[in-house]
Nanobody, 122 residues
Framework: QVHLVESGGGLVQAGGSLRLSCAAS????????MGWFRQAPGKEREFVAA????????YYSDSVKGRFTISRDNAKNTVYLQMNSLKPEDTAVYYC???????????????WGQGTQVTVSS
């Protein structure tokens, strides 16, 4: 079981940037695909981005492609999500996930963080 803690959320104006971090503990994540999901009020949780265990492949939802970048530092057991050109529709709680599938559908793994709120004002 891996324990995930997200940080870096906050309030930002449209067009701004934020960098989310997901620190893992309890076990190494160097052999685990990692991902980010988000859930806006009244909506289902949706896939945002994923990165393969070695960092060589990345995957994005169409809504964030070209604006968000996922990365990882296995030495620090940490995953990042750089979010640029933020839009009000990016407002949501962002969750880190361990074990996400890189196959179409990006089914999440069983381990989730507690989430971090991102609010983008217009």
């Amino acid at each position: 079981q891996v324990h995930l803690v997200e940080s870096g959320g906050g309030l930002v104006q449209a067009g701004g940037s934020l960098r989310l971090s997901c620190a893992a503990s309890g076990r190494t994540i160097r052999t685990v695909n990692m991902g980010w999901f988000r859930q806006a009020p009244g909506k289902e949780r949706e896939f945002v981005a994923a990165i393969s265990w070695g960092g060589g492949s990345t995957y994005y939802s169409d809504s964030v492609k070209g604006r968000f970048t996922i990365s990882r530092d296995n030495a620090k057991n940490t995953v990042y999500l750089q979010m640029n050109s933020l839009k009000p529709e990016d407002t949501a709680v962002y969750y880190c996930n361990a074990g996400v599938s890189t196959l179409p559908g990006n089914r999440p793994g069983d381990n989730w963080g507690q989430g971090t709120q991102v609010t983008v004002s217009s």
